[in-house]
T-cell receptor, first 116, second 115 residues
Framework: GAVVSQHPSRVICKSGTSVKIECRSL??????MFWYRQFPKQSLMLMATSNEGSKATYEQGVEKDKFLINHASLTLSTLTVTSAHPEDSSFYIC????????????FGPGTRLTVT | GENVEQHPSTLSVQEGDSAVIKCTYS??????FPWYKQELGKGPQLIIDIRSNVGEKKDQRIAVTLNKTAKHFSLHITETQPEDSAVYFC??????????????FGTGTRLQVTL
């Protein structure tokens, strides 16, 4: 089946620094990728939708200058949390679609970000 | 935008019993309804999905039903096992391309299967 990986799985950074999270589709080409944030015991909240080669579409309330998304290839999207603060600590999850006639999204294993 | 409500928030059943989780959605344009299982510290895993042109779908112990008129869909797990214990999320989306394919998630149901 389709596999999506994320790297790193866990990251701790200091307040004010930036951190990059990678999302890769390992065995298919992802025309659309999504980034979610999940706080403890809560649901997944969509942050942005990105299509390969174009700018990401951010959900209302998500700062595009703080959460930089790049989808430069059909197998890789990156999320950079800039000037991270403790309130950015969360579980970040990406998903990918291979386009075509399939509705299915394949989710990555998530990245636990802790900002100290 | 789409709004998905999910009930109950927690569900405890004995091993072997059935579990039912219900979701309602607000936008009649939604046409794809997946269910995900999420274990602690992991990403969601698709367990079953249904398109709006189908009323019911079954895969072994898991089934999903959809009522388009009432805008609700349900997950049924029969013969529950301890390994079914996890958080389950329903979701809805409206299309195949770009932002139309984004998922709106329900609030989740924590299922505990006791021995």
């Amino acid at each position: 089946g389709a596999v999506v990986s994320q790297h790193p799985s866990r990251v701790i950074c200091k307040s004010g620094t930036s951190v990059k999270i990678e999302c890769r589709s390992l065995d298919f080409q992802a025309t659309t990728m999504f980034w979610y944030r999940q706080f403890p015991k809560q649901s997944l909240m969509l942050m942005a939708t990105s299509n390969e080669g174009s700018k990401a579409t951010y959900e209302q309330g998500v700062e595009k200058d703080k959460f930089l998304i790049n989808h430069a290839s059909l197998t890789l999207s990156t999320l950079t949390v800039t000037s991270a603060h403790p309130e950015d600590s969360s579980f970040y999850i990406c998903s990918a679609r291979d386009g075509g006639l399939s509705y299915e999204q394949y989710f990555g294993p998530g990245t636990r970000l802790t900002v100290t | 935008g789409e709004n998905v409500e999910q009930h109950p928030s927690t569900l405890s059943v004995q091993e072997g019993d059935s579990a039912v989780i219900k979701c309602t959605y607000s936008d009649s344009a939604s046409n794809y309804f997946p269910w995900y299982k999420q274990e602690l510290g992991k990403g969601p895993q698709l367990i079953i999905d249904i398109r709006s042109n189908v009323g019911e779908k079954k895969d072994q112990r898991i089934a999903v039903t959809l009522n388009k008129t009432a805008k609700h869909f349900s997950l049924h797990i029969t013969e529950t096992q301890p390994e079914d214990s996890a958080v389950y999320f329903c979701a809805a989306s409206m299309g195949l391309t770009g932002t139309a394919s984004k998922l709106t998630f329900g609030t989740g149901t924590r299922l505990q299967v006791t021995l």
